[in-house]
Every structure is written in structure tokens, then in C-alpha cells.
């Protein structure tokens, strides 16, 4: 169920040293609660893993091994859009569809997390709406730990005249970042609407 999908615990608390990355969707709009989740292991999962994924909801787990693609790319690309205020944050499979009215960013699937499919970078996403909506105004913008970049872009999006600069201790996260700004039209730069990204 949809609650069920919330309240999962950190995969590391469920699974130890070697969690997979844990992905809950729902495939049937007109099903509100009935949830999916996918867990995505870069080996293959014991037989305490596949009784651990049972006990986490109904049905018997299904195993499926996945091709030489990247693992995270594949987890992350059957992903819904989110709306969180005024954004609609979807992958390249649903260009095109966000609702009119709302700023829409284009994450892509890939090796860095920040699609806003997890609550703590839409709970974020809601949050900069609110407080652009009480006439909150930010010269200086801070996105510590910014993963695929989106946070930094939504609150250049709120605030275009602000100086933002985007971090993360993972290389990779940045060169993602970089590639999102392009794809999402976002300056990078040191200057005022600009994005400076830095490892």
C-alpha cells in the first residue's frame, strides 16, 4: 500500500552492509493504493533477502536478473513524475507532460539520486515554494549534497537573481549535475542567476 511504500525504513536498517536500492511506484493510477516496490541489488540477493522483501508487503517477491546496463539507471527509469508545489520534476520519458503553470525540470536516470521520488527532496521542493509564496528573498544560495542538481535549480528558478553555488563530495554527482543544468537551461557560472557547481 501506499503507506506501506512511506514508512519503509532506510534499506541499510533492513538488509546490512549491502542493501539494494529500494524504489516503491504506483503503476495503476486508478489503484491509489496499491503500490509496487522494486528492489535493485548489484548481486544476487540471498534467500534472507528475498524473505526480507516479503515481509515488506503482500505476494511473493518475483526475481528478475537484470542486463549489463547500469543498475541504477534501470531502477530509476520507470519513474513517475512528482509534483511538490509549484514543480513537476519527471524523466525524459515524460517530457511534455507537466501540467500548465508548473516549473518542470527534467532529471534524467543515472548514477547520481535526486529525481524527487524520495520525500526529503520533495518535502525540499515544497518548502522553497512556501517560502517564495511569503515573499522570502535569497541573494545567497547554498544546495550542500546536491546529487543530480535539482534542488539548486528549483531555487534558481524561485529566485533568479540569487548567486547559487552546488556541492557534493561525489565527482560523479557533480558531472551529473553539470549535465542536468544544460539539459534544464540552468547558467553555470559565479555570477548573479548562475550556478557554480564544485566538488
Known sequence: TRGQAEGLPDAGELFGDNPP?????????????????HAYFDHAPSAED????????????RLEQLGEDDWVTM?????????????FVHTPTHRGAAPPGAVAFEIDAGLA???????????????LDILHCNGCRFANITDIGTGTGLLAFAALALW????????????????????????????????????????
Open 75 to 87: 531502477s530509476q527509469a520507470g519513474l513517475a513524475p512528482i509534483r511538490a508545489g509549484r514543480f
Open 113 to 127: 539520486f535526486g529525481t524527487g521520488q524520495h520525500a526529503t527532496t520533495a518535502g525540499c521542493l515544497e518548502a
Open 21 to 37: 536500492v529500494l524504489v516503491a511506484d504506483q503503476p495503476d493510477p486508478d489503484k491509489p493504493d496499491e503500490w509496487l516496490l
Open 160 to 199: 533568479p537573481d540569487a548567486r547559487c553555488i552546488a556541492t557534493d563530495i561525489d565527482e560523479q554527482a557533480i558531472a551529473v549535475a553539470r549535465d542536468n543544468a544544460a539539459i534544464n537551461q540552468v547558467a553555470i557560472g559565479h555570477g548573479a542567476g548562475e550556478l557554480l557547481l564544485a566538488v
Open 50 to 61: 528475498v524473505a526480507q522483501l516479503a515481509r515488506l508487503g503482500s505476494g511473493e517477491p
